[in-house]
Nanobody, 115 residues
Framework: QVQLVESGGGLVQAGESLKLSCAVSGITVSLNSIVWYRQAPGHQREWVPAIPVSSDSSYADSVKGRFTISRDNVKNTVHLQMNDLKSEDTAVYYC?????????WGEGVQVTVST
């Protein structure tokens, strides 16, 4: 059975960084299919845009965001590196896989950014 398990959340100060992880089990799938969402209190769940980190990435500094996504194919894990965190980044973060018409979600991990 497919399982997505997030980890790495916590409480940080504004401006600090966190690295979330999503461990995938029960299926062999391209980790490129894993994306991140977040849901803040009183808000709808939203997709988290993140630039992929790869050896052939060529994003200009001017368009690089605070969030990057990387994939460890050996450990079957996807990471979300979040830098310069802001209070508005406070939310529960979920990793998500949509495959064969079915959406799979992890339980989510809380990220709280204090000012």
């Amino acid at each position: 059975q497919v399982q997505l398990v997030e980890s790495g959340g916590g409480l940080v100060q504004a401006g600090e960084s966190l690295k979330l992880s999503c461990a995938v089990s029960g299926i062999t799938v391209s980790l490129n299919s894993i994306v991140w969402y977040r849901q803040a209190p009183g808000h709808q769940r939203e997709w988290v845009p993140a630039i992929p980190v790869s050896s052939d990435s060529s994003y200009a500094d001017s368009v690089k965001g605070r969030f990057t996504i990387s994939r460890d194919n050996v450990k079957n894990t996807v990471h979300l590196q979040m830098n310069d965190l802001k209070s508005e980044d406070t939310a529960v973060y979920y990793c998500h896989l949509f495959l064969g018409g079915i959406g799979y979600w992890g339980e989510g991990v809380q990220v709280t950014v204090s000012t």
